[in-house]
């Protein structure tokens, strides 16, 4: 077979430009990447040859061989893992093949320093050989294959696929480095970089220091088997970065074992950093699934709730037979008590931390907040728990809020706990929703996620409090005393004669566009807002369905007027007096308008309204 040239996937090349001009200030990472990725082939092959054993013929001991080359200025990385055919290589090598790839790209700014941040999140994996190289070559052979292939690029758009009849199991990584960079072909600099980066791979890591014997240059045992006193935080941190392929800092390490009718180990993390596939249809779990130390499967679904997706780490179980399948996963009884196990801990040092007033808790929750009260329907169970580590913004102050303090803080006659839903938390503090509810001191919680939509709905009431949002309950507040001191509002109300011929106008004017127009309770500044009937869709969600297609049409809903606003009570003095005229059906288009622009919807008919705009300002000047 010819040599193949092909050009890198535009997302690869673009990833390459970054990572060649000085990405990070350690270059030193390089190597973690790559010793870390040399042992997961190794890990996978040995999964493999658990129903395949003849795809270990001829190799027994899995190991990771580190070559320099001081006088090549070369650096050669060996591992006789699972190898990669034809398709894979040039899958693996020339295209990112990962969830939340779009949205990686579609944040990277081009300056060099803000990317730094973004690019670890989303990991450079194998790329980041071309921070000290010039040129890679990639010489691999499947396990199982008769026939090897030869990868090489300078990492500036191109790279070629050839055979190579000769390719050993695995994969040979060559690094041809560049000038200023030939320390990493130095035996005691790569001694000093495995030991700090990667003491921790199961795997033995060889060094060929010239005509020496090579010898192993880590501990090569599986970090979780070590005692907690036996293991630094940096050691912690740096297995981290391997199982979960990240650059960030953990913000929670968990290690323990569970002893008893079921054994299982487990060494757990919650990043610091928000994964960029979390949202992604496609998304993986990232907790590692081993038996008796050997590697099963990265993506087992069975082991976490969806909902703590954000976890990373290992789990190892000393009941699961070494020939599990993913069928077998599905219905395991085993399985089922270690994920009860794993989710029983993990929110057990969540609410560790959240009690913690040095744990840093708001940190994680505007993380994986959102992420986290996907439980609160999906987990009846454990629901109130999870409603406990819950935290909100509310109209009583910038900071996060429990439930349970809002609770303490409800107002004499207030019967539920208000919630408002929408995109943007300053979009929602200027709400004409709130007016009254921030009149009478009343808090409402503030909730932005697409999730809150449907959590709530999911939640009858809390410590005997309906949940109840503001834009249907209105009423509510002729419940609430007032605060000491407070004018009577109804003193400055228009007539109420007057109020009434008013909504009758509107009515009329507006025909089935609105569903009723009443008076507002809730109105203290703005002169009307749109809200829903009792027992309606909420407006935010019922526009998140047309969004994604899934609500046709819209809802007509209800026009609330102020009548203690000075156009409403001007417009309700004109209109008993001199009854209906094209100037009131004028204002009564606007004022449904205004009422859709402040709910961030477009006007029904944008020329329509520009016209009637143009209209009123017209008779203003005259």
């Known amino acids: ?74 650096l050669t990385i060996i591992d006789n893992g699972l190898g990669m055919n034809h398709d894979e290589v040039i899958a693996n090598l020339g295209t990112i093949a990962k969830s939340g790839t779009s949205e990686f790209l579609s944040r990277l700014t081009g300056d060099s320093k803000k990317d730094v941040s973004l690019i670890g999140q989303f990991g450079v994996g194998f790329y980041s050989a071309f921070m000290v190289a010039g040129e890679v070559t990639v010489v691999t052979r499947k ?60 795997i033995p890591v060889k060094l060929k220091d010239g005509d020496k014997d090579e010898e192993s240059i880590n501990s090569a045992n599986a970090l979780w088997t070590r005692s907690k006193s036996e293991i630094s935080p940096e050691q912690y941190k740096e297995f981290y970065h391997h199982v979960a392929h990240a650059f960030d800092e953990p913000w929670a390490t ?71 399948s993913r069928e077998m996963l599905q219905h395991n009884p085993v399985l089922s008590k270690i994920r009860s196990g794993l989710v029983k801990r993990v929110l057990g040092e969540l609410k560790k931390k959240a009690e913690d007033a ?48 809002y609770v303490g803080r409800m107002k004499e006659g207030q019967e539920a706990i208000y919630t408002i839903t929408g995109d943007d938390l300053t979009q929602l503090k200027r709400s ?28 009858p009431n809390y410590m005997d409090k309906e949940l109840r949002s503001v834009t249907a309950a209105g009423d509510d507040l002729g419940k609430v005393k007032a605060p000491e001191g407070a004018a009577d509002a109804r003193a400055d109300e228009a007539p109420a004669a007057e109020v009434a011929t008013l909504i009758a106008a509107l009515k009329l004017a507006l ?43 819209e809802r007509v809903r209800i026009l609330e007027i102020n009548p203690r606003h000075a156009l409403i009570k001007g417009l309700a003095a004109r209109v008993t007096a001199a009854g209906t005229n094209p100037l009131i059906e004028d204002m009564a288009a606007l004022l449904l308008d205004q009422a859709r622009i402040v709910e961030g919807e477009p ?17 203003g000047l005259i």
């Open 254 to 324: 968990l290690h323990y074992k569970a002893e008893g009718a079921i054994e299982y180990t487990g060494l757990l993390f919650v990043p610091s950093s928000k994964p960029l596939d979390i949202f992604h249809p496609d998304r993986k779990q990232h907790v590692k699934l081993y038996v008796r130390r050997v590697f099963i499967t990265d993506d087992c679904e069975e082991l976490l709730p969806p909902y703590l997706r954000f976890v990373r780490g290992v789990v190892d179980s000393q009941d699961l037979p070494l020939n599990v």
């Open 432 to 459: 004409p929703q709130l007016e009254g509810f921030i009149a009478k001191g009343v808090e409402v919680l503030l909730l932005t996620d697409p999730i809150d939509e449907f959590w709530v709905s999911a939640i």
């Open 603 to 619: 006007p029904a008919d944008p020329v329509g309204f520009a016209r009637r705009m143009v209209s009123v300002m017209e008779k």
């Open 1 to 74: 077979m010819a040599e193949e040239k092909r050009q890198f996937q535009a997302e690869v090349g673009k990833l390459l430009d970054i990572v060649v001009h000085s990405l990070y200030s350690n270059k030193e990472i390089f190597l973690r990447e790559l010793i870390s990725n040399a042992s997961d082939s190794c890990d996978r092959l040995r999964y493999a040859a658990i129903t395949e054993p003849e795809l270990l013929a001829g190799e027994g001991e899995f190991q990771i061989r580190l070559i320099p080359d001081p006088q090549a200025g070369t």
């Open 511 to 553: 025909g089935d566009k609105v569903k009723d127009v009443r008076g507002s309770e809730r109105l203290t500044e703005s002169a009307v807002c749109l809200v829903a009937d009792s027992g309606d869709m909420s407006m935010h969600l019922e526009k998140l369905l047309r969004a994604h297609g899934q609500a046709a049409g």
């Open 143 to 202: 396990a199982g294959d008769a026939m090897g292939w030869r990868w090489t690029s300078d990492g500036k758009g191109e790279f070629t696929v050839a055979e190579a009849p000769d390719a050993a199991r695995g994969a040979a990584i060559t690094l041809t480095l560049r000038d200023g960079e030939k320390e990493f072909a130095e035996a005691v600099r790569l001694k000093a970089i495995v030991k700090r980066y990667s003491d921790h791979i199961a």
């Open 358 to 405: 040095d744990g840093n808790y708001a940190a994680f929750w505007e993380v994986f907040g959102a992420v986290l009260k996907e439980g609160i329907y999906e987990d009846f169970e454990r629901r109130n728990d999870i409603l406990e580590l819950c935290r909100f913004r509310s109209t009583h102050g910038d900071g996060l809020v429990t439930l349970a303090e």
